[in-house]
């Protein structure tokens, strides 16, 4: 089993930045596909971005494709989520997951392997 770690969350004003860090560790980080979801109160966990395990395939939700940029660097076992240009709306507790076991990133049910979360506060 893969054990994720976020880091990174906090508050920040709109318009501003925040890089988003998921330190994993137990099985081998490099052959796992990776990915981003936030989850705001009452509402569904959310898909953001994934990205393969060579770091060479890349999707994005619409609402991140434009701000929101994923990275891997399989040598330190990291994930990273560079946001830009944040919104109030953006406000959510943002997971990092392993896994998706498959090639339908979207559906957080898919995912095998979760962090415990960090919180993004985007005031305005």
């Known amino acids: 089993q893969v054990q994720l770690v976020e880091s990174g969350g906090g508050l920040v004003q709109a318009g501003g930045s925040l890089r988003l860090a998921c330190a994993a560790s137990?099985?081998?980080?490099?052959?796992?596909?990776m990915g981003w979801f936030r989850q705001a109160p009452g509402k569904e966990r959310d898909f953001l971005a994934g990205?393969?395990?060579?770091?060479?395939?890349?999707r994005y939700s619409d609402s991140a494709k434009d701000r929101f940029t994923i990275s891997r660097d399989n040598a330190k076992n990291a994930l990273y989520l560079q946001m830009n240009s944040l919104k109030p709306e953006d406000t959510a507790v943002y997971y990092c997951?392993?896994?998706?076991?498959?090639?339908?990133?979207?559906?957080?049910?898919?995912?095998?392997?979760w962090g415990q979360g960090t919180q993004v506060i985007v005031s305005s």
């Open positions: 990205i393969g395990w060579s770091g060479g395939s890349v």
């Open positions: 997951a392993a896994d998706p076991g498959g090639n339908n990133w979207f559906d957080a049910k898919l995912w095998d392997a």
């Open positions: 137990g099985r081998t980080f490099s052959r796992d596909a």
